[in-house]
């Protein structure tokens, strides 16, 4: 289970929406949900960050404070020393807004 960063900032409260993200069933999108793929969109994917194809559900979103509680690097630094967050390339805005707005239907 991943949950993708919504938005490159912060809201002013200091917390940070997120978004569920999974590499599971990435063939498969239900309402609210759309995905990033290497083949289908390989800029929004290099821009993301990811390492696989993934999914995002906007019908389970949640705000978490944004501190080192919750955006720390892992205990042992598995992938390094850097928190890995990404971004949403522009070409998503248009698929990931009409997820989101498909999950409030």
Not at 25 to 32: A, H, I, P, Q, V
Not at 52 to 62: E, I, N
């Amino acid at each position: 289970m991943n949950w993708a960063r919504l938005g490159q900032h912060r809201c002013q409260s200091g917390f940070s929406p997120l978004a569920y993200g999974t590499s599971q069933k990435t063939d498969r999108l239900y309402s609210g949900e759309f995905r990033v793929t290497k083949s289908e969109h390989p800029a929004a994917y290099a821009s993301a960050g990811l390492s696989y194809d993934t999914k995002f559900d906007l019908s389970k979103v949640l705000e978490l404070p944004y501190n080192d509680d919750y955006f720390s690097v892992p205990p042992h630094a598995p992938h390094g020393h850097n928190s890995k967050l990404g971004t949403l390339h522009p070409s998503m805005v248009r698929i990931a807004a009409a997820a989101f707005a498909a999950s409030r239907r």
